[in-house]
Structure formats: C-alpha cells, structure tokens
C-alpha cells in the first residue's frame, strides 16, 4: 500500500464573481449545506484550509455564526466531529486576502487551479495535478457557486482542471458534491 500524504493544498469556495443561469457576474449567497460537508471533506482529506470567499459582510457574519455554533455554541456538544471539520473554514472578502493568508503560512505564492463544469478537454487531468501535489508546494483548489466562476476569473487562474463527468450527459452536480469527488480523484 502506498503511503498516504499531506499536500499543501487549500480549497476556496467563491461566491464572487459568479455568473447565473443567465451568464450575468453576481454574488451568490452562501449555503449552509454547502459549509457543511464541503469542510467535511476538506478535513477527511486533509486539506489544510477550507476558505469560504465573499465580499458581502452580512454574509461573512453568517458564517462566522454558523462555525461559531459548532465550535463553541450548542452544536459543539450535540456533535463535535462537526465541530472539527468546521475549525477548516476561514471566511476571507476576496482571493487576494485567500492568496496572501497562504503565502504568509507557506513562505511561497499557491498555484491556482480552478475547477469548472464546462467543456475543457485541454484542462489539467486530475493524475497530473496530484503528481504536482506530491511536490508540496501550495496549491490552492477554487470552485464557483451558482452557475460557476465568471470567463475572466478562469482566464487568470494558473490552471484549469478538467470537469467532473458522469456516464450521462447531465453534467450539473452541486459544488459539495463536485468537491467531494474531486478530492477523491486527487487524495483518495
């Protein structure tokens, strides 16, 4: 059996900029659901940081309450497994605070490498990213809410990974569950 390894890898969770159904650059609200079990998987995964991204500050509030009710409030009594998956979660305005919060604890800029639903036969195949990730330089993984991250937020990203695909078609999976497959693929 190989042994396993801890990557220098964060996820972030955009809510700005995204597009609606409309193709239209919005904010998108953040989704209880989606702090949940996107940490969860972040801490069954080991990766080292869970960073929700909003510039909304009634939103970051939310958050913050949301984590703060299963570290400290209720929730922590009720179920503190939760409670440990959430401690993952750092709210931040924008990604450049995500990017400098990383560069400060690693000594180094991450890599970015955002994820999309779209067609991207040329994107980077998830054999070759967790290859990249065995280097232990950071990389910071990035996924959109709504209906994705905006063209121009993709375009300035270091890499582009190619989309999660079933044996179907269809091809419009949750955020939560297109992060927890793809953390598969790559540490599983």
């Not at 609606?20 to 949940?36: C, F, Q, R």
Request: hydrophobic share 40%; net charge positive.
């Amino acid at each position: 059996m190989k042994k396993s390894f801890i990557p220098s890898l964060y996820l972030a969770l955009m809510h700005y900029p995204v597009v609606n159904k409309n193709g239209d650059i919005i904010t998108s609200a953040v989704t209880n659901l989606d702090l949940h079990d996107i940490s969860r998987a972040v801490k069954t995964y080991g990766v080292k940081k869970f960073y929700v991204v909003t510039p909304l500050a009634d939103q970051r509030k939310l958050v913050e309450r949301i984590i703060s009710h299963w570290i400290t409030g209720t929730g922590s009594r009720y179920n503190p497994e939760r409670g440990e998956a959430l401690k993952k979660i750092c709210v931040k305005n924008s990604l450049i605070e995500v990017i400098k919060h990383i560069a400060d604890s690693e000594k180094k800029i991450p890599k970015t490498v955002v994820t999309c639903a779209g067609n991207n036969p040329d994107g980077l195949q998830y054999g070759k990213l967790r290859k990249m990730l065995e280097t232990c330089n950071p990389y910071l993984l990035i996924f959109g809410t709504a209906w994705g991250l905006s063209e121009n937020f993709i375009s300035k990203a270091d890499y582009l990974l190619v989309p999660v695909k079933g044996n179907t078609d269809y091809n419009h999976l949750s955020v939560r569950s297109a992060a927890s497959i793809i953390l598969d693929r790559l540490l599983g």
